[in-house]
């Protein structure tokens, strides 16, 4: 039911008119980045397969769409048996993209393709944005690792989700729990401001979790006096001290005061960990302080002002009374696109750095000797190709994104608003056909 009413109601009238089982290629793509992004990041693939091997109609929806009166018996029945059985293939998951990359191409029925839309964008869309985001803060950050820590800031599915895109795009660790059981990424965490406030005093509530948790963990130092707060903490656990947390005030001139006062007192190998309302320009600004590690939420579980990759799913191609396919495209003022199956290699130059992203119509763009094919199949025939959900899904994205910024010419890494680093050009068929 992670669809919309309208997608019903079309099937509806596709079954009417007998045009629901015509064999149609719809494609998922981003018409333009989000102002001034100079690249965008592919995210939310491997969730999006998982979603699509379990989409069914089970009997409580179905009595659900009768009630209401959604849609006629006819279409009830058919949504009794749905289950994908058709090929989707598109970019990998940590992949790059720009405007107009075929991002995903979804190969079956009319009917099929349909019901997959709005579930489809939502997840592409939502977690997209999010890596995008992450990054970018990675960028920003440079060696020092990144936690991501969002998830009292949106929705809790949406806090997987996001967690979970955060890693792809090189984030370290995640505070939410769900990601790490799904996924098997790296959880961490130690005490919030209660923890403290919960004792008769900040000493008492530091040897409690130093007691517990042993000296290699993090104490939050600045619930009441920061520098009274760090000379209980070397007071108490000595040069062990994992690391002290600032989550206030000015972090550049705390992260310089504190560093000079953990040196004074022999603790050189405690690490600083920032947090509060970080986000990539936050983090830049932060890049000579002496910082260890950075905790990013609200700012990254928002899209870091782009809360959405604005993805749109567009029938390309479609099957004619003849059986043989036809290029389709909407015409529309400002929202038109482009008809055909496309095809996608990343232009590499001598060096290995990408200069454009060749988007073949019909066919694959010629390859000059060392280019990369972008397009990858991730379901035939509605089975799943293996590698690209769970655990194993999530880090071969991290790589794959890893491996796709090597690519990049330096200008992607400014955080300065500026144009796609690459272009995008299409190159029509050799021979006409779709």
């Given at each position: 039911m992670f669809t919309d009413h309208y997608e019903l109601t079309m099937l509806q009238?596709?079954?009417?008119?007998?045009?629901?089982?015509?064999?149609?290629?719809?494609?998922?793509?981003?018409?333009?980045?989000?102002?001034?992004?100079?690249?965008?990041?592919?995210?939310?693939?491997?969730?999006?397969?998982?979603?699509?091997?379990?989409?069914?109609?089970?009997t409580r929806e179905l009595d659900f769409l009768a009630a209401r009166k959604v849609v006629n018996d006819e279409t009830l029945a058919w949504l009794a048996d749905f289950a994908?059985?058709?090929?989707?293939?598109?970019?990998?998951?940590?992949?790059?993209?720009?405007?107009?990359s075929p991002i995903l191409s979804v190969e079956s029925t009319f009917a099929e393709a349909c019901m997959l839309e709005t579930y489809l964008l939502s997840v592409l869309n939502h977690d997209s944005a999010i890596a995008s985001a992450a990054s970018r803060m990675i960028t920003a950050a440079g060696s020092r690792p990144c936690i991501e820590m969002g998830s009292r800031?949106?929705?809790?599915?949406?806090?997987?989700?996001?967690?979970?895109?955060?890693?792809?795009?090189?984030?370290?660790?995640?505070?939410?729990?769900?990601?790490?059981?799904?996924?098997?990424?790296?959880?961490?965490?130690?005490?919030?401001h209660s923890f403290t406030l919960l004792h008769d005093s900040e000493e008492e509530a530091f040897r409690a979790q130093l007691e517990s948790m042993g000296a290699g963990t993090t104490l939050l130092v600045d619930t009441y006096d920061v520098e009274a707060a760090v000379r209980k903490a070397v007071a108490l656990a000595g040069p062990a001290l994992g690391g002290v947390r600032l989550?206030?005030?000015?972090?550049?001139?705390?992260?310089?005061?504190?560093?000079?006062?953990?040196?004074?007192?022999?603790?050189?190998n405690t690490r600083i960990t920032v947090t509060s309302d970080l986000d990539e320009f936050a983090i830049a600004a932060l890049a000579?302080?002496?910082?260890?590690?950075?905790?990013?939420?609200?700012?990254?579980?928002?899209?870091a002002g782009a809360p959405t990759a604005s993805m749109v799913y567009k029938l390309v191609s479609r099957?004619?009374?003849?059986?043989?396919?036809?290029?389709?495209?909407?015409?529309?003022?400002?929202?038109?696109s482009v008809g055909g199956k496309k095809f996608a290699l990343r232009r590499l130059n001598e060096r290995g750095l990408a200069t454009a992203e060749l988007v073949g119509i019909g066919e694959l763009p010629e390859n000059d000797g060392n280019d990369r094919p972008l397009?990858?199949?991730?379901?035939?025939?509605?089975?799943?190709?293996?590698?690209?959900?769970?655990?194993?899904?999530?880090?071969?994205?991290?790589?794959?994104?890893?491996?796709?910024m090597a690519e990049l010419p330096g200008a992607a890494r400014r955080l300065q608003r500026g144009e796609p680093v690459i272009p995008t050009e299409y190159i029509q068929p050799s021979t006409v056909r779709n």
């Open positions: 009238a596709a079954l009417h008119s007998g045009s629901a089982h015509r064999r149609s290629v719809f494609e998922a793509f981003a018409r333009r980045l989000p102002d001034g992004r100079r690249y965008g990041v592919v995210a939310g693939t491997g969730r999006l397969l998982e979603g699509i091997a379990e989409f069914r109609f089970g994908f059985s058709g090929n989707i293939y598109g970019y990998a998951e940590g992949e790059l993209y720009f405007p107009n800031r949106t929705q809790e599915e949406s806090a997987v989700a996001a967690s979970r895109a955060a890693v792809i795009a090189g984030f370290h660790s995640t505070s939410n729990l769900e990601c790490g059981l799904r996924y098997g990424v790296l959880t961490q965490g130690t005490a919030a989550d206030s005030g000015d972090l550049l001139a705390q992260a310089h005061d504190v560093r000079a006062l953990l040196d004074s007192l022999g603790n050189v000579a302080a002496p910082v260890d590690s950075y905790g990013v939420g609200t700012s990254l579980v928002t899209g099957a004619g009374n003849d059986g043989d396919f036809v290029s389709v495209a909407k015409a529309a003022k400002n929202k038109a397009i990858h199949e991730f379901m035939h025939d509605g089975v799943l190709a293996p590698g690209w959900t769970g655990a194993e899904g999530v880090r071969r994205a991290a790589e794959r994104h890893a491996a796709s």
